[in-house]
């Protein structure tokens, strides 16, 4: 059974910084990444992490926010510096799976960590 769990959300004050984990048991995934949602918004991707090593961001957080990951550990990192009260959001680990045979694709989502900053 597919599991990721969320840790390290919380109330910042603006400019601070916070560290995202998800570890994530089961299986093995193709691309790990993580998305938020705002009240009253839809969901977003932050960024993502393939398991090449590739990353990819949202405009808004380029050069604030670093993704990475360990394969030993099975888990993702998102590292958030200069945080903005506008980065305010629950935010959710997931996890893409792509079987050959037969084809198949599977997304898998963590329960949702709030991180809150304040002005």
């Known amino acids: 059974q597919v599991q990721l769990v969320e840790s390290g959300g919380g109330l910042v004050q603006a400019g601070g910084s916070l560290r995202l984990s998800c570890a994530a048991s089961?299986?093995?995934?193709?691309?790990m990444g993580w998305y938020r949602q705002a009240p009253g918004k839809q969901r977003e991707l932050v960024a993502s992490?393939?398991?090449?090593?590739?990353?990819n961001y949202a405009d808004s957080v380029k050069g604030r926010f670093t993704i990475s990951r360990d394969k030993d550990k099975n888990s993702v990192y998102l590292q958030m510096n200069s945080l903005k009260p506008e980065d305010t959001a629950v935010y959710y680990c997931?996890?893409?799976?792509?079987?050959?045979?037969?084809?198949?694709?599977?997304?898998?989502w963590g329960q949702g960590t709030q991180v809150t900053v304040s002005s």
């Open positions: 997931n996890a893409n799976l792509k079987v050959v045979w037969p084809p198949a694709e599977y997304e898998y």
């Open positions: 089961g299986s093995i995934f193709n691309a």
């Open positions: 992490i393939t398991s090449g090593g590739s990353t």
